[in-house]
């Protein structure tokens, strides 16, 4: 008899602390906020590290073919060329492991490459850290005349 | 009717809720806005790094008539070397740079590759000036948003870049065209 009178008192104490409103504001914010803004950070994330990766390897792209272009001749171009990605890529903050996949690929026109007139055309690309998505940029370069 | 209408609008339950899908709505409005402000920026290098190329390629064509002028001798270029003579300008022949530029932003602007940011549509060139040792191009290009503006219709946006350039004579011993030091 005691029992089922504890009982019953413990279902209305469950009833009515179900039907207290206190803290359900908290309970709506984390059902609704968190289904809806969780996507839209992972999105903002995404978008930032995919912005920032285009822009990196454009730079890299430009300055690489620079180095090359305004070098005296071919190898002294690659080997320039090379050290000014590397320099470049750790100052604009690519990691250690970024900086080991850097590809650099040249088409030219001319052969060697490195020749008066000649066009020149570097592709560039890296694995990004975090996403490991491949980011890849060109640029194309006329050689002076009077090299 | 009147009395429950009035009892629900004063009723607080879910009120929450509308202050979240609000807020949502404003959060997803200002993403659409900085994604078309970000696709901008990246275009916007992208044009510049077209722009500087096509002004490379118009400074580098010489205007041979006005270069092989004057008279050179043997005692010339070591008197030139004694004296430290400033180089003359080398001369650019305006008529083909404009030539040459446009054909480097056709280049460009036909590109399918990684060269140009797919958002860019054609480059064109709207300004060349050219004094005869040194070349100034400008030039625009529409870029495509990739949202449309919240509570607009503005899709695109023009963008404009500026770029010159000149040359400059290298120092160095050539013979027939070869440099040797």
Redesign the interface.
């Given at each position: 008899m005691k029992f089922k009178r504890e009982s019953v008192g413990l279902l209305k104490k469950l009833q009515s602390g179900i039907r207290d409103?206190h803290g359900?504001?908290i309970v709506?914010?984390v059902a609704?906020?968190i289904p809806?803004?969780i996507p839209?950070f992972m999105?903002?994330n995404n978008?930032?590290s995919v912005?920032g990766n285009?822009?990196i390897v454009?730079?890299l792209?430009?300055e690489g073919l620079r180095a090359y272009v305004a070098s005296?001749n071919d190898h002294a171009g690659r080997e320039v060329s090379a050290q000014a990605l590397s320099v470049i890529a750790h100052h604009l903050g690519l990691t250690a492991t970024e900086i080991q996949t850097l590809s650099v690929r040249f088409d030219c026109s001319n052969n060697p490459c490195l020749s008066?007139?000649g066009r020149i055309?570097l592709?560039i690309s890296y694995v990004d850290g975090q996403s490991h998505r491949t980011v890849?940029?060109?640029?194309?370069?006329?050689v002076?005349?009077?090299? | 009717m009147l009395n429950r209408l009035r009892k629900l609008l004063r009723d607080e339950r879910g009120s929450l809720s509308v202050v979240i899908m609000g807020l949502f709505l404003i959060t997803v409005a200002s993403l659409m806005v900085m994604s078309d402000v970000a696709t901008v920026l990246v275009a916007k290098r992208s044009l510049a790094q077209a722009t500087e190329a096509a002004a490379q390629r118009g400074v580098h064509t010489l205007d041979k008539s006005a270069y092989y002028t004057g008279k050179g001798t043997m005692f010339t270029a070591p008197l030139a070397l004694i004296t430290r003579r400033e180089h003359e300008p080398i001369p650019i022949d305006c008529n083909r740079a404009v030539i040459e530029v446009m054909l480097e932003l056709r280049n460009w602007s036909n590109d399918d590759g990684s060269m140009k940011r797919h958002e860019l549509q054609g480059i064109v060139l709207t300004d060349l000036k050219c004094d005869g040792s040194s070349v100034e191009i400008s030039t625009y290009s529409e870029v495509k948003f990739p949202f449309t503006i919240p509570f607009s219709k503005m899709d695109s946006a023009i963008l404009t870049a500026t770029a010159g350039t000149t040359n400059q004579v290298q120092e160095g011993f050539y013979l027939f065209g070869i440099r040797l030091h």
């Open positions: 409103e359900s504001a709506e914010f609704l906020a809806l803004f839209i999105y903002l978008f930032a912005s285009e822009e454009r730079v792209a430009r005296d008066a007139n055309r592709t890849e940029a060109s640029a194309q370069e006329y002076s005349p009077w090299m | -």
